[in-house]
C-alpha cells in the first residue's frame, strides 16, 4: 500500500516568514499535485509536477519534484495572512490506474 | 464547461440508518470518478475510484459502498452507519488530458449519532 508522508502537520507563523511543507513516500510517483483547501470547501489545484528534479513557481509558492520522484517539497515566500490554509499533496503511483491518494495535509496559519 | 453536484450537502442520522450520496458530472464524459472522506482538517482518504460504468475500486474495507449506475452518476452508500462514518465526504471527477486535476463537488457533511 502506498502512502505519503506530509509534513509538518500543522504550521503557525507570523507573516513574513518562510515555509517548506515535506511530501514523501517510498514508491516512486507518475506525477504529484498540490492542493490548497479552504474551510469547508474542496482542495483547488495549485500544480502537478510530473519530471524528477522539476521546480515550478507561482508567485511566492515555489514547488520542487525530487530526483527519483519519491519526494516533494512547497516553499513559500514571505507569507502573508491570505496564505493560511490547509495544503496537501496528492501522488499517483505507476501501475495503480486512475488511484489517487493525498497526504495528510499541512495545516498553515499565517498570523499578522 | 464541466460542473460536479453531490447532495445533500448536510446529513445528521442515526447509528443504523442507511445512507446515499449522490454526485453527477456534466460537460464531459467517461470521467474519472472518486470518493473521499475528510476528518477536520485533515488529509483526504480515498474511499472508492471508478474509471469506468460498473467499475469500482474499493480503497478501504469498511460498510460503505459505491455504485456508478450511469457514466456521469458515482453514488455511496451504506445499509447501516456507523459512529465512525461521520465526516465530511467529497465527490470529485478528474481530468486526464492536461494537469490531471481533480475537480471536487460541494461536500456533505455527514454527522451520525
Known amino acids: 500500500t502506498q502512502l505519503l508522508e506530509q509534513s509538518p502537520q500543522f504550521l503557525s507563523i507570523q507573516e513574513g516568514e518562510n515555509l517548506t511543507v515535506y511530501c514523501n513516500s517510498s514508491s516512486v510517483f507518475s506525477s504529484l499535485q498540490w492542493y490548497r483547501q479552504e474551510p469547508g470547501e474542496g482542495p483547488v489545484l495549485l500544480v502537478t509536477?510530473?519530471?524528477?528534479?522539476e521546480v515550478k513557481k507561482l508567485k511566492r509558492l515555489t514547488f520542487q519534484f525530487g530526483d527519483a520522484r519519491k519526494d516533494s517539497s512547497l516553499h513559500i515566500t514571505a507569507a502573508q495572512t491570505g496564505d493560511t490554509g490547509l495544503y496537501l499533496c496528492a501522488g499517483q503511483f505507476y501501475n495503480q490506474g486512475g488511484k489517487l491518494i493525498f497526504g495528510q495535509g499541512t495545516e498553515l496559519s499565517v498570523k499578522p | 464547461s464541466q460542473t460536479i453536484h453531490q447532495w445533500p450537502a448536510t446529513l445528521v442520522q442515526p447509528v443504523g440508518s442507511p445512507l446515499s450520496l449522490e454526485c453527477t458530472v456534466e460537460g464531459t464524459s467517461n470521467p474519472n470518478l472518486y470518493w473521499y472522506r475528510q476528518a477536520a482538517g485533515r488529509g483526504l482518504q480515498l474511499l472508492f475510484y471508478?474509471?469506468?460504468?460498473?467499475?469500482i475500486s474499493s480503497e478501504v474495507p469498511q460498510n460503505l459502498s459505491a455504485s456508478r449506475p450511469q457514466d456521469r452518476q458515482f453514488i455511496l452508500s451504506s445499509k447501516k452507519l456507523l459512529l465512525s462514518d461521520s465526516g465530511f465526504y467529497l465527490c470529485a471527477w478528474r481530468e486526464l488530458v492536461n494537469t490531471g486535476e481533480l475537480f471536487f463537488g460541494e461536500g456533505s457533511r455527514l454527522t451520525v449519532l
Open positions: 509536477v510530473v519530471t524528477g528534479g
Open positions: 471508478s474509471v469506468g460504468i460498473g467499475q
